[in-house]
């Protein structure tokens, strides 16, 4: 392993003045007769560390001309403490190599801060700017936060099959895997013949892993998945990708309640671990133009203060009341929209909020009936900016009502034979959740597009790299 000490642990005080090594990228470079400037940064911290040289140094005449914004390089030297004004450290450099140039003519990301729209398009070089940087160590930190709290809390961390063959009942559309010649697959009677592809079957990427989850949970009591999902819907919006991360806790022996409990706490801790492990970044981001005003005081309010709770009807009693005109019409039984959503968490709230106890014909087949027959124990997180950021319910474990929902619904009970053989074999009641981890990271960093929160986005007509 290379000797080098990070500017991460510099800037935390962890490292000792003295003699050290350092490796990076240059953000800028200023020279003069007597003493030249570096700040170098290494990806590891919010901060850069200010190398400072002596023009005369061995070399430094030769490669200066080379040490551009983007080029890197390697020093070693000495870590004193800085007499300068707002740096508590700075490096004298004793000697300096240039590892690889970056041509000021053609590197596209120069001093200035760029648009993150420009930065969308050089996903290749996002990684080095200082906003991506922050935004991927507060996604490290925050995968890291979300094993933690379900670990401690005596969950097991499920890996559920990328590649499926149950369609989480039209969460989404969905990716199709095959090994089929898409110009030519072979038909019989007209109709793509399956039983030839390579599962022998129609296959997908997953939409969820829930009802895998589910049978994990029959099994282990208490359970969560964290991985990659896949929806082929075509929306184009600010927050929906075609490939997300989710987080799917799935837990026996509990009920709508403990469920909304379990999403709250979870979205708190989660909050408070990362406001401190992530404190700099978090600072960082909130400085930026495009941030909300008094975001991070938000986000320490919201992990202190109980969610609301609101059932479906109230929701809509209270949108119906609110003298507002939507874009879509409210009325009992609708799904609620975007703009609904944002009333409810903006501006009559003004927080999260739970709603529960919807409709049931806007919900999934699996989600238990209440007693009035008409609405579904499902929960949604809502909060402020982005609306849904949790979607869950209490699972139906009557083998009886399931059935029936399905044939109700137009499915096909053939292929949810396991399913329901999960309700006749020691069944017990359940539920879960699932968060979209890049939602979570919208509202932790505060970033208004979800393309931004994750290293390599793929959307409708783009998946680059
Ligand atoms: P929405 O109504 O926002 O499209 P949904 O109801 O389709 O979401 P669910 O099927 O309930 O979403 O999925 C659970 C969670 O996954 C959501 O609460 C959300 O956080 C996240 N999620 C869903 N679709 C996407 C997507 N396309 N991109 C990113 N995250 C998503
Ligand atoms: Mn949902």
């Not at 392993?1 to 090594?21: A, F, H």
């Not at 599962?199 to 589910?214: D, M, Y």
Request: proline content about 5%.
């Amino acid at each position: 392993m290379p000797n080098y000490v990070s500017i991460r642990d510099i800037s935390n005080d962890k490292v000792p003045v003295g003699m050290l090594q350092l490796a990076g990228w240059i953000r800028t470079h200023r020279q003069s007769k007597r003493v030249s400037f570096i700040e170098l940064s290494d990806g590891t911290s919010v901060s850069n560390l200010q190398l400072v040289v002596d023009p005369q140094l061995a070399g430094y005449a030769d490669i200066a001309p080379k040490l551009a914004t983007g080029a890197s390089i390697k020093v070693s030297g000495e870590l004193v403490l800085s007499p300068a004004k707002g740096q508590k450290y700075e490096f004298q450099v004793k000697e300096l190599e240039l590892l690889g140039e970056a041509d000021p003519e053609s590197y596209p990301l120069q001093k200035k801060g760029h648009s993150l729209e420009f930065l969308r398009e050089q996903l290749h070089l996002r990684p080095r700017t200082a906003t991506m940087g922050a935004v991927l160590r507060v996604r490290s930190a925050a995968a890291f936060a979300v094993n933690k709290f379900f670990t401690e809390r005596g969950f097991f961390y499920i890996h559920t099959p990328i590649i499926s063959t149950s369609d989480c009942e039209g969460a989404g559309e969905m990716f199709h895997v095959s090994t089929f010649d898409p110009e030519n697959p072979p038909r019989v009677n007209g109709k793509v013949d399956f039983s030839q592809d390579f599962f022998k079957e129609p296959a997908s990427l997953t939409v969820s892993g829930q009802l895998e989850g589910e049978i994990c949970a029959m099994g282990l009591s208490k359970i969560y998945t964290f991985g990659p999902t896949f929806r082929a819907e075509n929306s184009n919006t600010t927050r929906h990708l075609a490939e997300f991360w989710m987080i799917e806790p799935e837990m026996a022996f509990y009920e709508l309640q403990d469920n909304m409990l379990l999403a709250q706490e979870f979205v708190q801790d989660v909050l408070k671990q990362v406001l401190e492990s992530s404190a700099s970044e978090l600072e960082f981001l909130a400085s930026q133009e495009w941030a909300q005003q008094g975001h991070l005081e938000n986000l320490r309010r919201v992990a202190e203060t109980p969610f609301e709770t609101m059932d479906y009807t109230d929701a809509i009693r209270i949108l119906e009341e609110s003298g507002k005109t939507f874009e879509y019409p409210v009325k009992w039984g609708i799904d609620l929209q975007s703009e609904h959503e944002r009333f409810l968490t903006d501006e009559y709230v003004k927080g999260p909020v739970t709603v529960i106890n919807y409709p049931k014909d806007i919900k999934a087949f699996y989600m238990r009936l209440n007693e009035d027959g008409k609405t579904v124990r499902a929960m949604d997180v809502l909060v402020p900016r982005l609306g849904e950021i949790v979607g869950g319910s209490q699972r139906e474990e009557r083998h009886d009502v399931l059935l029936e929902k399905i044939r109700a619904m137009g499915l096909d009970e053939r292929s949810y034979w396991w399913y329901l053989e999960l309700r006749k074999f020691g069944t017990v009641p359940h539920s879960g959740f699932g968060l979209g981890f890049e939602r979570l990271l919208m509202y932790l960093t505060g970033m208004t597009n979800i393309r931004d929160v994750i290293g390599f986005p793929r959307f409708p007509g783009f998946a680059k790299f």
